[in-house]
């Protein structure tokens, strides 16, 4: 095979294509950079607290909580065993949904 000479230069089409992936690698970096930083400063922010349960809530007997969501006014509990169980804001159950599977 040829040896290719050091000193020969790049044509000009591919210089520019050359700078243009250069151009790409350092935004992408930055962008990382950017999204790491406002990952880390908004989920670290004061204020940012989960809502707490109402005392009174309690579970009806043998059953776990598997999620939980919050509303303006209510408290939805899913359990384990698949029921939707809805409390008010004092922690009185509402409502007993079992889904059909």
Do not use: C, H, Y
């Amino acid at each position: 095979m040829a040896e290719v000479p050091e000193d020969m230069a790049l044509p000009p089409s591919l210089r520019f294509l050359k700078g243009l992936v250069i151009v790409l690698m350092l935004s992408m970096i930055a962008g990382v950079i950017a999204v790491t930083v406002l990952l880390v400063t908004r989920l670290n922010a004061p204020g940012t607290a989960l809502p707490e349960l109402p005392a009174a809530l309690r579970l009806p007997e043998g059953e776990k909580a598997g999620a939980v969501t919050f509303g303006k006014g209510w408290t939805a509990v899913v359990t384990e065993s698949g029921r939707l169980l809805i409390f008010d804001a004092t922690g009185a159950l509402k409502q007993d949904l079992q889904p059909g599977l």
